[in-house]
């Protein structure tokens, strides 16, 4: 298939969650698409009709969507082309590359307690029976696979995995009722919308056997396979729940940033050097699919913690105030329309130590509080008639302060501190908590900056009113 453009897919069946393996997988196709200059298409593997859900199909496309990895063309439903997978099994029984298979349910168990004594595969006797014999009752169709000699899976990551024939059965393309089977399905599937490349996990590699077979049976073209390493918890083993987060809507809910998991989950089974940290178009660039390796990839959250915090400070503060206030109105935050300018003018400010969002939305707390503020017990206990009579003579300081910016209030409260002859440790724990109602801040100046100069005066004069 070298001659032609490439064409990924992603190919997941909408019966739950969107696993971070998926979206691996997901990411690595649009990688390689991007790379080559192909196509990255979509296709729903919807034929779980009870599972298979408007819901369940929402939950893929919001997951992709969130990603950043949404598909180049319309999606594509597998059980809306039932007839043509019909079809295609009509071929192979024309060319007789299958045959139909009328074993009765006691007969086939009878043929695999054979098989198992005999340490081989289940051989139906109307493999080279005539049609002419066919009795009148259900059948299923069946693949003619050779007996002998090798199939050989050409695979990008996995190098040539090699099959002896004598073990690969004639699997059922045909149910009893005429529903098409997995392997049959995604082969016509495959071979209809062009994929060049079947880039997906290495629990489908056995699977890759039995589809060549089927796309020999039918005189098609083999795409090329790469198989994927499983992603393993930070133990090692197979990721699960006791590993935390597995599917990509909790880590959305976690507050990590998509540009942050497309780095991270790049980085689970391929990289580039040294590089850590790198762009949209530089992953583009660098990927190939010949350069990830076959060994499991382990689920690092330091590692991811790190890299969201990257993106986290490189983040537009309006887009960041934008998703830190969706987190506060999950939490019950009435979000005002003033309030937004006030998240983007305190992001800046208290960004540096945030791993999630989560944590973005834990250190904006303090501008959304309304006046006047309702002071913890601890900060009251600081308000001593000394300290009260300071924050006062700040507060004079503080307004009449043209330029309101943290390097200015900085030099500010270090020189009311050396005017006052004493340090800043006298003073300072007061008025941070005057300022935030004791949540989470940053410095005293950046706080002051966060709220503005308005907010930050009102709130003193509040606390130090003659009721407070």
């Given at each position: ?151 050989i899976v050409h695979d990008q990551v996995k190098g040539d995995v090699r099959f002896q ?41 056995n699977n890759a056997a039995r589809q060549t077979l089927i796309y020999q049976g039918l ?183 043209a330029d309101w910016s943290v390097a200015t209030l900085e030099q500010a409260i270090r ?54």
């Open positions: 298939m070298s001659d032609r453009p490439v064409v990924t897919r992603i190919a997941p069946s909408p019966t739950g969650m969107m696993h971070i393996g998926t979206a691996r997988t997901a990411l690595f196709n649009w990688l390689y698409a991007r790379h080559t200059g192909g196509k990255f298409l979509l296709r729903i593997e919807d034929t779980d009709r009870e599972r298979s859900t408007a819901e369940a199909v929402q939950v893929i496309f919001d997951g992709l969507k969130w990603l950043g990895l949404e598909a180049d063309e319309t999606p594509v439903f597998q059980f809306a082309r039932a007839d043509r997978h019909r079809e295609a099994v009509e071929e192979l029984l024309a060319s007789g590359a299958a045959y139909k298979d009328y074993m009765t349910p006691e007969e086939l168990e009878a043929e695999r307690e054979a098989a198992r004594a005999a340490g081989r595969v289940v051989r139906s006797p109307w493999r080279d029976l005539s049609p002419n014999d066919a009795p009148d009752r259900p059948f299923v169709v069946r693949l003619k696979a050779p007996q002998d000699g090798e199939t024939n004598q073990n690969l059965d004639d699997l059922i393309l045909l149910r009893t009722d005429g529903t098409p089977t997995y392997n049959l399905a995604v082969v016509v599937d495959d071979h209809d919308m062009g994929v060049t490349h079947v880039i997906r996990g290495d629990d489908h590699l005189g098609w073209d083999v795409p090329v396979w790469a198989h994927l390493p499983l992603i393993h918890g930070p133990d090692g083993a197979k990721l699960s729940k006791r590993h935390g987060a597995q599917a990509v809507s909790e880590f959305d809910a976690m507050g990590y940033l998509p540009e942050a998991m497309r780095n991270y989950l790049a980085k689970l089974g391929w990289g580039h050097g040294d590089d850590e940290i790198f762009s949209d178009d530089e992953a583009i660039a660098w990927f190939d699919i010949k350069d990830v390796v076959s060994a499991p990839a382990r689920l690092d959250w330091d590692k991811l913690n790190h890299l969201n915090n990257h993106y986290i400070r490189q983040a537009e503060p309006a887009r960041l105030a934008g998703l830190v206030a969706e987190i506060h109105k999950s939490r019950d935050w009435k979000i005002r329309e003033a309030d937004l300018p006030v998240l983007e003018q305190a992001i800046p400010l208290v960004r540096d130590g945030a791993k999630t969002l989560l944590d973005l939305a834990d250190a904006t707390v303090f501008v959304l509080k309304q006046r006047p503020l309702e002071l913890p017990e601890k900060v009251q206990g600081l308000l001593s008639d000394e300290t009260r009579g300071r924050l006062s003579r700040l507060r004079e300081k503080l307004g009449a302060e020189s009311f501190a050396e005017s006052e002859g004493v340090g800043i440790g006298k003073f300072g724990p007061a008025l941070r908590g005057v300022l935030s109602g004791g949540s989470p801040a940053p410095d005293l100046a950046g706080t002051l900056v966060s709220l503005g100069k308005d907010e930050s005066l009102g709130r003193l004069d509040d606390a130090l009113s003659p009721g407070a």
